[in-house]
């Protein structure tokens, strides 16, 4: 389940906004959002859900506590394992940096895929356990280090009582959601064209002039990935 203990959600405007910006670009290469019903896993500060509200033909936020900053939308307050919503009725599921927080990661997957309809989409993202900054508590190497050092490392610097977030490599990532899905790696596609998608950070911009083959290999160490799935019946 998510720790109900503490949250890690960006509730920022200005970050938020741009990560919306971003979201959206890419759901829109796969849907049209107006004809679109939307469910967002993990909505923390409310700021995509405000925008895609406005544009999709249904969405609804979902998130275990209620952090939002902006609330003109639907929202229920619940655990990502026990969304109590019909199976196959999303076009398309966010779930944005949730699946790091989450101990049963098969049962999460196995609720977005009865969530989704026959043709429909989600946009999955996970931090890599090889980055040497852990994005979260921003201690360097954390992710490196076996659970209970890792606990005492959180301890010590003050950012609370344990490390409660479990990262993944690329291929293990992947491989879970391969039982499910078909899955399309849509960061080797932001690597060749960051700008577009407004991912404007020197790392970026520099990898989009090298050539595909060595972005494939330089994808097992980037900070995170964006992946874009479908049941496989469908595909």
Not at 177 to 191: A, C, G, P, Y
């Amino acid at each position: 389940m998510i720790s109900l203990f503490r949250s890690y959600a960006a509730l920022d405007k200005t970050s938020r906004l741009k990560k919306a910006e971003k979201i959206i670009k890419v759901l829109s290469r796969y849907k049209s959002l107006e004809r679109s019903e939307i469910l967002d896993i993990g909505c923390g500060s409310g700021y995509l859900g405000s925008i895609l509200a406005k544009r999709a033909k249904r969405y609804i936020g979902v998130d275990v506590v209620d952090e939002r900053k902006v609330k003109d939308f639907e929202f229920i307050k619940t655990d990502a394992l026990k969304i109590p919503l019909k199976p196959m009725s999303f076009d398309i599921i966010i779930c944005n940096h949730v699946i790091e927080h989450v101990t049963d990661q098969k049962k999460l997957l196995q609720k977005i895929s009865s969530l989704l309809r026959k043709d429909g989409i989600c946009y999955i993202t996970c931090p890599n356990i090889l980055w040497p900054m852990e994005p979260h508590l921003k201690l360097p190497f954390l992710s490196y280090l076996p659970k209970n050092i890792a606990d005492l490392y959180v301890r010590s610097a003050g950012k609370g009582e344990e490390y409660d977030i479990y990262p993944m490599t690329y291929p293990k990532f992947t491989k879970k959601l391969k039982k499910l899905f078909s899955i399309e790696n849509f960061t080797l596609e932001i690597l060749k064209n960051p700008k577009y998608y407004g991912f404007n950070n020197n790392l970026y911009l520099i990898l989009s002039y090298f050539p595909n083959y060595f972005l494939k290999l330089i994808n097992y160490f980037l900070p995170n990935w964006i992946i874009i799935v479908k049941n496989k019946s469908t595909s």
